[in-house]
């Protein structure tokens, strides 16, 4: 004999086992799975969205509509997740933490991108020269390393760069702003996450493992470098000689001897150099002398 529970729930959909009380609700169920996931489009390209708020929130990287301000700042966001991840710079809180390192983050985009310096995973490839990285952005960037593309540019000066990063450590020429302050030595960053990668210059800590030889790194972007000592990666291509590099340091180096700066100045002769290793055996001639 039936029981009344299965009585008033008996059709049941093959799909995801939700059960309905008649046929005809059941019916209309099942179209949820059989329907379109993308009726709604956009009439500027070729978007589609399962919903009418799928469609809006699209429709604002067209019209540059921003109705989520930040009550904190200027700021302003298309959707309102991205406002919510925002008002945590204000606030400090981070509520994605590292299980391995106890490093947390404001996004959790964000604390799974950062796992991987962990694991070693590497998804994300280049076509051209098949590199490989941990991260969508950093591939990117890579990427354009090859097509020798700027899209960033400063809103005061106009020079370009490559990097978003890029844009934000140049600002600091014409802000000069810096009001992250170390405790122990008095250094200041514009960057709070300088500072955190500054202070285990204090505590020793180093929480980032190469996974092939086991040497450990206070920075990210450090074991990333030190990687490429192992895959032999050279993602720092020159355009004038087509010399790659591994470091990007290494090939602002390279390019003066292209171009000829010398931004290192002997104040005492006025001798200038290319390399801050020539300019340090130069001053050191100076101290014998005297």
């Known amino acids: 004999m039936e029981t009344q529970k ?5 059709y049941s959909c093959k799909i995801c086992d939700a ?5 005809t609700t059941l019916v209309g169920h099942m179209k949820k799975h059989t329907e379109s996931k993308n009726l709604y489009s956009c009439q500027i390209c070729d978007f589609s969205g399962s919903s009418n708020s799928k469609l809006v929130q699209h429709l604002r990287t067209h019209t540059g509509d921003k109705p989520h301000p930040c ?4 700021a302003s966001f ?14 400090g809180e981070r509520p994605y933490s590292c299980t391995e390192c106890g490093y947390a983050f404001t996004q959790k985009s964000a604390l799974v991108s950062h796992r991987r310096t962990h694991t070693g995973e590497r998804p994300f490839s ?4 098949h590199a490989a990285f941990s991260r969508r952005d950093t591939l990117a960037a890579h990427v354009r390393t090859h097509t020798g593309e700027k899209p960033f540019a400063c809103d005061v000066c106009g020079v370009a760069f490559s990097e978003k990063s890029s844009v934000f450590k140049h600002m600091q020429v014409h802000s000069g702003t810096k009001p992250h302050v170390c405790t122990v030595c008095d250094s200041s960053f514009s960057q709070r996450n300088r500072l955190v990668a500054h202070m285990r210059l204090h505590t020793q800590e180093k929480p980032y493992a190469c996974q092939v030889c086991a040497l450990t790194f206070s920075r990210a972007d450090i074991l990333v470098a030190h990687s490429r000592t192992h895959s032999g990666e050279r993602p720092y291509s020159c355009h004038v000689c087509n010399l790659s590099f591994s470091q990007k340091s290494t090939s602002v180096k390279h ?4 171009t000829g700066i010398k931004p290192f100045n002997c104040e005492v002769c006025g001798s200038s150099f290319t390399q801050k290793s020539g300019f340090v055996k130069h001053l050191q001639k ?4 005297n």
């Open 286 to 289: 100076h101290a014998l002398e």
């Open 19 to 23: 059960s309905f009380k008649n046929q």
């Open 78 to 91: 298309a959707q309102k997740s991205a406002l919510v991840s925002h008002l945590r710079t204000h606030s």
């Open 126 to 129: 280049c076509q051209v020269c």
């Open 6 to 10: 299965t009585a008033v729930k008996k």
């Open 255 to 258: 390019m003066r001897t292209h």
């Open 71 to 74: 009550n904190v700042c200027d």
